[in-house]
C-alpha cells in the first residue's frame, strides 16, 4: 500500500513537472506573439526605430528565460533532487544559466543600440568622428559588461574577486598613465564631436600655433588641416579643445576685409572719407547692402590714419579684396589731390592674421 502511494504521489510529481514545463512553453509563445502584434501595430508607427529594436532585441532572451524558468520549477517537483546535494548543484546551474542569459540579452542589446544609432543618427552626420567613437565605446560597454558577469560567478562560487578587481584596477591605472596623451587626444575628439566648432571643409585658424587650412579630416586623436603651401598638419584634439579656434566659414562665407591708409594733416576728413568710400562702392565685387566705411582710426606721426572696410559674399576672395581695395583707394585719393603719408603706428594686418594665408581654397563641404 505505502508503494502504491509512492508510485502516485511520483506520477503526480511528475504530471506537475510536465505542466509546468508546458505552461512555460504555451506562455513564451504568448509573450512572444504579443510582443510581435504590439510591434506591428504600435511601435512601428513611431517616428522612430528605437522602440523597435528594443523589442526586437529582448523577445528572445524573455521567451528563452521562461522557458528555463518552467523547466527549473519542473525539476524542483522531482524527488530526485530533493537531495541537499542535487538541490545546491540545481541552484548553481540555473544561476549561471540565469546570468548567461541576461549577459547575452545585454549584449544584444548593446550591439543592437550601436546598429540603430550608427543607421539612423550616425549616417546623417558629416563627420566619422562618430563613427569611430561608436566602435570604441561598444567595445568598451562590452568588456565592461563581461568583467562584472566574471565577478558575480566569481562570487557565487566562493572566490574572492578582489584580487582580480585590485589587479584590474592597478593594470587600468598603469595603461591610463601610459596612454595619457593619447587618452586626452581621445576625449579632447569626443567633445569636439559634441561640440562641433568646425565641420570638414571649413577654413579654421587655430591661433595658439599660429596655423591656418582647411579642415579635411576630424579623427579620433588628432584633427587634419591642410594649409595654403599644400602642407598637411595633424594637430592633437587636446591641442585643439584648449585653444581658441577661429572659424572663417561659419556661420556663412560673407567677410568683412579692411585695410588702413594715411593722409596728410591738413587734409580736409570729410572730402577724403567720401572719396575713400566712393571709389570702394564704385567696385562690383562689393557688397552693397552692406556698410561700406572709411574710419578715421588715430592721429599717427606724420599722418591722418583711416581704416576703411567694406563686405564681400565669399571669405576666399580677401587677399584680392585687399589688393583691389588698395588699387581704387590709392587712384582716387591720387586723382583727389589728397597726400597719401607712409603709416608708422598700425599694421595693415591685424596681428592675428596671416599674410601668408590670406586665400583659400573654396570649400567643397559644410
Known amino acids: 500500500?505505502?508503494?502504491?502511494?509512492?508510485?502516485?504521489?511520483?506520477?503526480?510529481n511528475w504530471t506537475i513537472a510536465l505542466a509546468f514545463l508546458l505552461g512555460a512553453l504555451i506562455l513564451s509563445w504568448l509573450i512572444g506573439f504579443i510582443l510581435n502584434q504590439l510591434s506591428k501595430r504600435y511601435f512601428r508607427k513611431t517616428e522612430t526605430r528605437f522602440d523597435d529594436v528594443l523589442v526586437d532585441t529582448v523577445r528572445t532572451p524573455i521567451r528563452v528565460a521562461i522557458v528555463v524558468a518552467g523547466f527549473e520549477l519542473a525539476l524542483r517537483q522531482i524527488d530526485?533532487?530533493?537531495?541537499r546535494k542535487w538541490q545546491d548543484s540545481i541552484d548553481d546551474f540555473f544561476f549561471v544559466l540565469y546570468l548567461l542569459i541576461v549577459y547575452m540579452a545585454v549584449l544584444r542589446l548593446i550591439s543592437a543600440i550601436a546598429k540603430w544609432y550608427a543607421e539612423d543618427v550616425v549616417s546623417k552626420t558629416e563627420t566619422d568622428l562618430d563613427d569611430k567613437f561608436l566602435s570604441f565605446f561598444r567595445a568598451l560597454a562590452n568588456t565592461i559588461l563581461t568583467v562584472i558577469v566574471i565577478i558575480i560567478l566569481l562570487g557565487r562560487f566562493g572566490i574572492e574577486p578582489?584580487?582580480?578587481?585590485?589587479?584590474?584596477?592597478?593594470?587600468?591605472l598603469a595603461v591610463a598613465l601610459?596612454?595619457?596623451?593619447?587618452?586626452?587626444?581621445?576625449?579632447?575628439?569626443?567633445?569636439i564631436m559634441i561640440d562641433q566648432p568646425f565641420a570638414v571643409g571649413d577654413r579654421v585658424e587655430i591661433m595658439?600655433?599660429?596655423?591656418?587650412?582647411?579642415?579635411?579630416?576630424?579623427g579620433l586623436r588628432s584633427t587634419r588641416v591642410l594649409t595654403r603651401d599644400n602642407r598637411l598638419v595633424a594637430i592633437p584634439n587636446?591641442?585643439?579643445a584648449k585653444?581658441?579656434?577661429?572659424?572663417?566659414?561659419?556661420?556663412?562665407?560673407?567677410?568683412r576685409v579692411q585695410t588702413h591708409i594715411g593722409v596728410a594733416y591738413g587734409t580736409d576728413l570729410e572730402v577724403a572719407r567720401e572719396v575713400m568710400i566712393d571709389a570702394i562702392r564704385s567696385q562690383d565685387w562689393v557688397m552693397q547692402d552692406r556698410p561700406i566705411e572709411a574710419l578715421m582710426l588715430e592721429f599717427g606721426g606724420s599722418a591722418l590714419i583711416f581704416r576703411v572696410r567694406c563686405w564681400i559674399?565669399?571669405?576666399?576672395?580677401?587677399?584680392?579684396?585687399i589688393d583691389k581695395m588698395n588699387s581704387a583707394l590709392y587712384q582716387a585719393v591720387t586723382i583727389a589731390g589728397i597726400d597719401i603719408e607712409p603709416l608708422t603706428t598700425v599694421q595693415l594686418y591685424p596681428s592675428t592674421v596671416s599674410p601668408e594665408t590670406m586665400e583659400v581654397t573654396p570649400k567643397t563641404s559644410k
Open 80 to 83: 530526485i533532487i530533493s537531495n
Open 178 to 191: 601610459a596612454a595619457k596623451e593619447t587618452l586626452s587626444d581621445m576625449i579632447s575628439g569626443f567633445i
Open 238 to 240: 587636446s591641442v585643439i
Open 313 to 321: 559674399e565669399h571669405y576666399v576672395e580677401k587677399r584680392r579684396a
Open 208 to 218: 595658439d600655433i599660429d596655423t591656418w587650412g582647411d579642415v579635411i579630416e576630424v
Open 243 to 255: 585653444g581658441l579656434i577661429v572659424n572663417y566659414s561659419d556661420p556663412s562665407t560673407v567677410y
Open 1 to 12: 500500500m505505502e508503494g502504491l502511494n509512492t508510485m502516485t504521489e511520483d506520477i503526480q
Open 162 to 172: 578582489s584580487a582580480l578587481v585590485t589587479t584590474l584596477g592597478i593594470g587600468t
